[in-house]
């Protein structure tokens, strides 16, 4: 079946501007994971949903940050005022379900450029 | 608090001879640990992962890894790399106490095979 899809696949915006980033999980995974790849450095938990709800939010850098996931299925990361510093990959997993040591499956990611 | 380390950036080996990845961890609680591995514009796949069952964990690919508590260690190990092996591989911790959802990686080792 089909893997998890994030889509843009690339996203340029100016500093200041607002964005949205968006996550198709596999269909049925009712655990869905943010993260955030710098250059050269290891994938940086953000935030992570079960269901509709944000269970661990304490990865999320500031209150520019905020993901959603409405219906338990596809979710949105938004940033606000975008920063040069938000330049990144943005990554999105699922798993399967409650069990928290689940295989994530992940996404192809978001590269975000901020100018 | 969990971390990761992942004591080298990189780690260069002949075609057919052996790989050692290695990493450690620091966790107050017994954690459960993973092998990720990213190719060039591919998403991040797991290879392993150890979950206080056996302390020898086998994974794809021909790949290992063994939890020793004693050590705080879960190096990656293969008998015989492949030139498909060239990839950055990431050794990641999960906090047991939010249920394994939040997971810190390392910040990777780059793979890479000569022929």
């Known amino acids: 079946g089909a893997g998890v899809s994030q889509t843009p696949s690339n996203k340029v915006t100016e500093k200041g501007k607002y964005v949205e980033l968006r996550c198709d999980p596999i269909s049925g995974h009712t655990a869905l994971y943010w993260y955030r790849q710098s250059l050269g450095q290891g994938p940086e938990f953000l935030i992570y949903?079960?269901?509709?709800?944000?269970?661990?939010d304490s990865g999320l850098p500031n209150d520019r940050f905020f993901a959603v996931r409405p219906e338990g299925s596809v979710s949105t990361l938004k940033i606000q005022r975008t920063e040069r510093g938000d330049s990144a990959v943005y990554l999105c997993a699922s798993s399967s379900s409650g069990q928290g040591f689940d295989t994530q499956y992940f996404g192809p990611g978001t590269r975000l450029t901020v100018l | 608090a969990q971390s990761v380390t992942q004591l080298d950036s990189h780690v260069s080996v002949s075609e057919g001879t052996p790989v050692l990845l290695r990493c450690n961890y620091s966790s107050s609680y017994s954690p459960s640990l993973f092998w990720y591995v990213q190719h060039p514009n591919k998403g991040l796949q797991l290879l392993l992962k150890y979950t206080s069952a056996a302390t020898l964990v086998k994974g794809i690919n021909g790949f290992e890894a063994e939890f020793k508590k004693s050590e705080t260690s879960f190096h990656l190990t293969k008998p015989s790399a492949h030139m498909s092996d060239a990839a950055e591989y990431f050794c990641v911790v999960s906090d047991p106490r939010t249920g394994g959802f939040k997971t810190i990686f390392g910040a990777g080792t780059r793979l890479f095979v000569k022929a």
């Open positions: 949903f079960q269901g509709t709800g944000a269970a661990d």
